[in-house]
């Protein structure tokens, strides 16, 4: 008998445990309609416990009440970043709620909610990113991959934004599970602009893209080719252990990649500059002459050994590869504007030079050969910048360096017709 008891009032303190639960729902609901969702957020927070042993259905209502309160905070600015972060976790846990009960309710709008707050993490990643705050943005990116992990172009967006907070170990670990994924990034890529806040919108089909520009919520709709990326993360994973000071291991991840990705001739590349680094040489040039072999007529390649070379200070080797370039590719303009940038480089050392000079006869004759070889250093590079500037006259850093030019040797009339047309 007594054990009968004890299970009726079991049974009667469920019953009472649920009633309360329903009424801190509703006490919380009215008080979302009325716009205080910070109170509704404190009756939920004390309700919290009572949902250890709530059925699935009242749990589900629990989350997706918690939920729009936190979302509803967030749209208000209030601590946005944290709850938005809070507000995904309960509808994460809702659609987890109502998976296991078999009964859906609110997972559709939770769905919606949660594709909304992903929205809003990426655009203010993409904020964060546009003001020097790489690492709150590669956070956002991360919590946007953890929201839909099929989406993991945002988990190779997280890492490649840490990277640029320099937090290596996160974008390592972050890499290392794109190797994992055996992620790629190589398909097609639909977009439009939303109209309500004019950003550009991501779609995982061109029929979900098309569907909204149809409904009227986006426009603008455009289409992206994108080729793999698989070479360029297994390139930053070395580079990583590189700034680590793990050359051993930056080297094995380079040769790995070469093994899975035997066609990407930039790893060959990456391997190169490994190698240049650390003094090797011949294996440097064995494997520069590879590169060479694969792809003979490969502009982007032959601009990349001249690219390696100068930040080398092998600048025959770099001049010869630039000039490669524009002989295959006269419209190729990096390669005018790298080949200018390398021989003004040779500038500081001269000025370094004249400044130390002082008034004897043979400083001031030192000088004269200075100044001369400084401003056949200028006339060296006019034919580049003005082809550079002749392919793209809206560069305006290449037209200020070239007016630069024409001042430093007094050609007057080069510098005022340029300085019209800016």
């Not at 059925?55 to 946005?80: H, T």
């Amino acid at each position: 008998m007594k054990s009968r008891y004890v299970i009726i009032a079991s049974a009667l303190f469920l019953s009472v445990a649920s009633i309360a639960q329903k009424n801190e729902i509703k006490a919380a609901e009215k008080a979302l309609k009325a716009g205080k969702s910070d109170e509704a957020i404190t009756i939920l927070t004390g309700a919290e416990s009572l949902t250890l042993n709530a059925p699935d259905a009242e749990k589900a209502q629990f989350l997706f009440v918690k939920g729009n309160a936190y979302l509803d905070l967030a749209n208000k600015n209030i601590e946005a970043d944290k709850n938005l972060s809070l507000a995904a976790k309960a509808y994460q846990e809702l659609l987890e709620a109502e998976k296991a009960s078999g009964k859906v309710k609110y997972s559709t709008q939770a769905a919606t909610s949660i594709a909304e707050i992903k929205g809003k993490l990426i655009n203010s990643a993409i904020e964060d990113t546009k003001a020097n705050k790489d690492a709150e943005g590669a956070k956002k990116l991360y919590e946007a991959y953890l929201l839909e992990k099929k989406d993991t172009i945002n988990l190779y967006y997280a890492a490649s934004t840490y990277v640029n907070a320099k937090d290596y170990d996160t974008a390592l670990k972050l890499y290392e599970e794109l190797k994992v994924l055996n992620y790629s990034g190589k398909g097609t890529y639909y977009y439009a602009v939303n109209k309500v806040n004019g950003q550009e919108d991501f779609f995982n089909t061109a029929a979900d893209r098309d569907r909204m520009v149809k409904m009227g919520t986006h426009e603008k709709p455009r289409t992206e080719n994108v080729p793999s990326k698989r070479g360029e993360i297994y390139k930053n994973v070395a580079l990583i252990y590189v700034q680590q000071g793990k050359m051993d291991l930056a080297k094995k991840a380079v040769s790995d990649a070469r093994k899975a990705n035997p066609e990407d001739t930039s790893l060959i590349l990456t391997e190169a500059n490994l190698y240049l680094e650390s003094k090797d040489m011949d294996t440097y040039k064995k494997l520069i002459s590879e590169a060479l072999e694969k792809n003979p007529n490969d502009v982007d390649l032959i601009f990349n050994l001249g690219v390696v070379s100068a930040g080398a200070k092998n600048y025959t080797e770099a001049e010869k590869f630039y000039t490669k370039v524009m002989e295959l590719d006269p419209k190729y303009i990096n390669a005018y504007i790298n080949m200018a940038a390398m021989k003004l480089d040779n500038e500081k050392a001269i000025i370094d030079e004249m400044n130390k000079l002082g008034n004897s006869a043979d400083d001031m004759k030192r000088y004269n050969v200075l100044k001369k070889k400084r401003e056949d250093l200028f006339r060296s590079t006019i034919p580049y910048l003005e082809k550079a500037v002749a392919l793209d006259p809206k560069n305006v850093d290449v037209a200020k360096t070239l007016l630069n030019v024409y001042s430093a040797l007094e050609m007057t009339t080069e510098y005022k017709a340029l300085k019209t047309k800016m």
